[in-house]
């Protein structure tokens, strides 16, 4: 070890020390309890840190609002990489087909919750996208979009409200 990083070590071991218990109660709660993720992304976060350790902000408090944002950050980075990833089946998965239905029906079906889907707004939209085509938790997609839990749920309801009318 260098003379020079044995500051850099103990500044690193002092900032662990005192923030890395709340920021993982952050990504416990971001990511419903998933103690490896949230492991994961604590050490991402710490790493971020190390690497700009000389350009931190010295309040503590301060310092504690950079690290949430980073580790918002890396969830939210963490959320984008698993949407684009493909859907896992397993092998022995057969998708059973509809029997009896005609290619203009389900033509016809899909121009219908296409239609549908474009008249929902931009937001409600991609909320909806993240939840039930990417598989994201409610808590997954505020904290991807940097929104309330609670806003989240507005959209998909208002969304789903907004499909329900248009189909019918």
Do not use: N
Request: proline share 5%.
């Amino acid at each position: 070890m260098r003379v020079a990083e044995a500051p850099q070590r103990l500044t690193m071991a002092r900032l662990h020390d005192e923030h890395a218990q709340p920021v993982l109660h952050f990504l416990l709660a971001l990511f419903d309890g998933d103690r490896f993720e949230a492991e994961d992304l604590l050490q991402e976060t710490m790493l971020r840190a190390w690497r700009r350790l000389d350009f931190l902000p010295a309040d503590h408090q301060e310092l504690r609002r950079w690290l949430l944002a980073a580790a918002r950050q890396s969830a939210a980075a963490t959320c984008r990489r698993r949407q684009s990833w493909p859907q896992e089946v397993p092998l022995d998965y057969v998708p059973v087909r509809a029997t009896g239905d005609e290619p203009e029906e389900s033509v016809l079906t899909a121009l219908v919750v296409r239609k549908a889907l474009d008249g929902l707004t931009k937001e409600q939209r991609s909320t909806m996208e993240d939840l039930y085509v990417h598989g994201c938790s409610l808590r997954q997609a505020a904290a991807f979009h940097g929104i309330p839990v609670g806003t989240v749920k507005a959209r998909a309801h208002y969304a789903v409200q907004a499909l329900k009318r248009a189909v019918v």
